[in-house]
């Protein structure tokens, strides 16, 4: 189904003159109805390819086939030909993909008249694609005031209704709890087997990684390795040796190994390498350190659910109180349909606390979150926050406030498109009318080096990988102090290892200061015992209080 040779990707910076390459001659071979999951950190090359596959970038050099098309060398045209007859798409922003302004079903009924087979029978019905994703009930309802996680989903069932031959995922579940992700990854099982979809899924959450064909790494550009279901198996229980490992020899006759290994060994810039007479081929160490097998999981405790011990009655006495929400409902109406989003919220924010607001997806995170950013106004209620009524301000108050006081991050890390990531960081010192002398403050190095994203410091927002794009806004929304920081989803478009240091930065930030953080997520694992928890569960405060890990006996 899908055949890539060597292929190269390089961009030009033509103020800079200079050349980035995205890959460096990667290979990657998929048979038809197999499901393939890219995994690699953070700028890794994993969009890039998944871009090249869709015929919306071209590669530099190398062969791109699939099915009968060779994309290597095809027009405009035929690259449009070829989207619309071979590929659907699901965009780590499902905003880009979807109508916003229209219904679900509006969204369903576009996809499906576009899809390749649209004068034959479908084979796949919407309604069962609904019930399996658990979003029958939005069907009638306006996309843009679907949730993040609604979103996705609402991508994936308009991606599966056209019926595609090749199904393009770009991070499905990054912003979904673990029901809703277990419901996308049966559901796509489904069509694979069903109808021989071939799929590939670029992935940094882990529980994506099983129930896959085969997992590809991707690293610096090039395919370190290619693991079938069994190989994964299998390397998942290797705690003690001999270890074996099934390497990939790519079109120049090249292997890679992969990052287990390097650690294994202490490997970095040299290796030492003997072959027997019998063919046996040992790397060692060039100054003998002896290997050593890593833990598997930086993560010490998977948590698959949370315990939260109810806050103490004398909690909030003699605290100043910096945000406070009193019966605050949301209720959106479109198509005729009422939907509560929020009911009756009653909540105290204390300064310089750090809370976690948790819910499964379309609980209320995000609409709580525009509610206290002022992007979205309450149905009822009052919300006071630094002892202003701020559900009394209008949006020219409101946008004023958010610039002076509150440091805002959303899910889709969104900056000026025509702005390099540096000179984002003085957006807010222009509207604030202040002189601009040095766009190279040293500040700007210093907090696009806290979150890992300095080397993108010249780039533009739409050139960097989604993972980039959420940490340069966390880098930026942070430079600034602001008195409250409000965050949506601040890991979802990154690898584990990233997300650990990411959340590890905003724990170290918060106890060097005092910012009042309120952080939105799907993600239980990221919040360390003691911090404060509020859990949604269908517009409504479910429980408030102190996460911990139960002792068992």
């Known amino acids: 189904m899908i055949e890539c ?11 800079i003159n200079l050349r980035v390459p995205a890959l460096r001659g990667c290979d990657l071979s998929v048979n038809e109805g197999e499901i393939l999951s890219i995994v690699g950190p953070s700028g890794s090359g994993k969009t890039t390819l998944i871009n090249i596959l869709a015929g919306l970038d071209v590669c530099s050099s190398g062969e791109v086939k699939v099915g009968d098309y060779n994309l290597s060398n095809m027009s405009l045209k035929e690259l449009n030909s070829y989207r619309l007859e071979m590929i659907g798409i699901i965009d780590q922003f499902p905003e880009r993909t979807l109508f916003l ?3 679900l079903n509006d969204n369903l009924k576009f996809a499906s008249n576009v899809k390749r087979n649209s004068r034959t029978e479908s084979k796949v019905n919407d309604q069962y694609i609904l ?23 609402a991508a994936i069932a308009c991606a599966l209704i056209k019926e595609a031959p090749l199904l393009l995922c770009d991070e499905p579940t990054g912003q979904l709890d673990s029901i809703n992700t277990f419901k996308v990854k049966t559901l796509l099982k489904e069509i694979a087997t069903e109808f021989g979809t071939t ?35 299998a390397y998942g229980h ?12 790519d079109s120049t006759n090249s292997i890679h190994l992969p990052d287990y290994i390097m650690n294994i060994l202490n490997l970095t810039r040299n290796a030492e390498v003997t072959v027997t007479k019998k063919g046996e081929v040992a790397i060692t160490h060039p100054n003998g350190l002896s290997p050593k097998i890593p833990k598997l999981d930086r993560i ?19 605290s100043d109180i910096i945000i406070k929400l009193d019966n605050i409902s949301k209720i959106y109406y479109d198509n005729k349909n009422v939907v509560n989003a929020l009911s009756n919220i009653n909540l105290q924010i204390k300064k310089g606390e750090l809370v976690f607001i948790l819910g499964p997806s379309g609980s209320g995170k995000t609409t709580l979150v525009k509610l206290l950013s002022g992007l979205n106004d309450e149905t009822s209620g009052t919300i006071r926050i630094l002892d202003n009524i701020f559900s009394n301000f209008s949006n020219t108050q409101k946008s004023l406030f958010r610039k002076q006081k509150i440091g805002l991050v959303p899910q889709q890390g969104i900056l000026h498109p025509y702005l390099t990531i540096t000179e984002c960081f003085f957006l807010k010192d222009f509207f604030s009318g202040k002189v601009i002398k040095d766009i190279d403050s040293p500040n700007v190095n210093e ?35 602001p008195q409250i920081m409000i965050i949506d989803e601040p890991t979802a478009n990154l690898d584990s290892e990233l997300a650990e240091e990411v959340i590890q930065k905003i724990y170290d930030l918060h106890s060097k ?24 569960e269908d517009g409504k405060i479910k429980s408030d209080g102190f996460v911990i890990t139960p002792k068992h006996n």
């Open 199 to 233: 799929i590939i899924v670029v992935t940094h959450d882990p529980r994506f990684q099983d129930g896959v064909d085969k997992t590809c790494e991707i690293k610096n550009g090039r395919v370190s390795s290619i693991l079938d279901v069994t190989d994964q198996l």
């Open 447 to 481: 907090y696009l080096g806290r979150f890992n994203i300095i080397h993108k410091k010249d780039s533009y927002p739409l050139e960097i990988s989604g993972g980039e794009l959420q940490r340069a806004s966390l880098a930026i929304s942070s430079s600034h102090l």
């Open 5 to 15: 040779k060597d292929i190269i990707k390089i961009y030009l910076d033509e103020e």
């Open 300 to 318: 010490k405790v998977i948590r698959k659910e949370i315990t939260i011990d109810n806050l103490p009655s004398t909690y909030f006495e003699q």
């Open 101 to 103: 302004d229209g219904n």
């Open 238 to 249: 290797k705690k003690q040796f001999p270890l074996r490992f099934k390497l990939q020899i």
């Open 131 to 153: 019930e399996r994703l658990g979003i029958t009930h939005l069907k009638n309802r306006v996309v843009r005031g679907f949730s993040g996680g609604e979103l996705i989903r």
């Open 513 to 536: 200061t005092n910012i009042t953080f309120l952080i939105a997520t799907h993600d239980i694992n990221l919040i360390k015992d003691g911090y404060r928890a509020i859990v949604l």
